[in-house]
């Protein structure tokens, strides 16, 4: 699951490690109604009333891939299956590289082997009417070159919510609605190699910048715990001092909560 990568001289691909999904590879849609996937906000939807849902995604060149993100969806709530599959050429032959029927309405990141070579993703949807899908990505996810340590708070657990009270004028209860909603937190990483950060860390935190991305946080224990969203405010590292030239890091962090 995922690229591997040197740690200490030694080659880890470690299950406990975050995987990011981020920078999304694919670029046009063989179905027009598909397209609004591609386009990077949670608002517009690729939608289907009734009948087999099914797109095929195709990359401007050919890509490595090791993961598929699926978000703003309604899959859970319309009791859908989705199977995910990758062909070396454009109409090439799919291989199958996931499949779920989500119990909730949660991002989706599926993760498989590395493959070298991809030319066209194809989604497919059964079961379930008025569907809909926000985004669709695929690409290389980046593998953490550390664990998550004690302290954490899991972003899937931790809602932000902006509140409308309803008060009579002798302070009585009348009622709330949500203004806003989402999830916030912080992933803090330490003990990470300079130069895997700069090689590594730094490109994703230019595209965070500007564009949402994929996380899930714990893959062996926590594999439906996936988010989707931006990161709030800058990415700086910070070095750890001593001869290790060790860099530790921050990622706060904004998830959508469909």
């Known amino acids: 699951m995922g690229t591997p990568i040197t740690k200490g001289g030694r080659t880890s691909n470690d299950s406990s490690f975050a995987r990011i999904l981020y920078q999304n590879k694919l670029t046009s849609a063989s179905s027009a109604t598909a397209q609004p996937a591609l386009i990077p906000n949670t608002w517009e939807r690729w939608e289907s009333a009734s009948g087999v849902m099914q797109s095929r995604f195709q990359p401007s060149a050919s890509i490595r891939c090791n993961a598929i993100g699926i978000a703003a969806h309604n899959l859970g709530t319309r009791g859908s299956t989705i199977v995910v599959e990758t062909a070396p050429t454009v109409s090439g032959t799919f291989t199958e590289r996931g499949a779920i029927t989500p119990s909730n309405d949660k991002p989706i990141m599926f993760l498989f082997d590395d493959v070298s070579d991809v030319e066209d993703v194809r989604v497919t949807i059964t079961n379930g009417a008025d569907r809909e899908v926000g985004v669709v990505y695929a690409g290389s996810a980046l593998v953490m070159q550390q664990a998550l340590f004690g302290g954490h708070s899991p972003i899937c657990l931790s809602s932000k919510t902006e509140y409308r009270n309803a008060m ?52 062996d224990y926590f594999g439906e715990d996936v988010a989707f969203g931006y990161s709030v405010g800058d990415i700086q590292p910070t070095n750890q001092g001593g001869v290790t030239r060790l860099m530790s890091v921050d990622l706060n962090m904004r998830a959508h909560d469909e």
Do not use: C, M
Not at 175 to 192: A, D, H, M, P, Y
Not at 193 to 201: K, P, V
């Open 168 to 219: 009579s004028d002798t302070g009585q209860f009348l009622g709330r609605k949500i203004r806003r909603k989402g999830q916030v937190s912080t992933f803090s990483w330490e003990n990470l190699q300079d130069t895997w950060y700069r090689d590594n860390f730094q490109p994703f935190v230019e595209s965070a910048k500007t564009l949402p991305f994929f996380i899930k946080w714990r893959p």
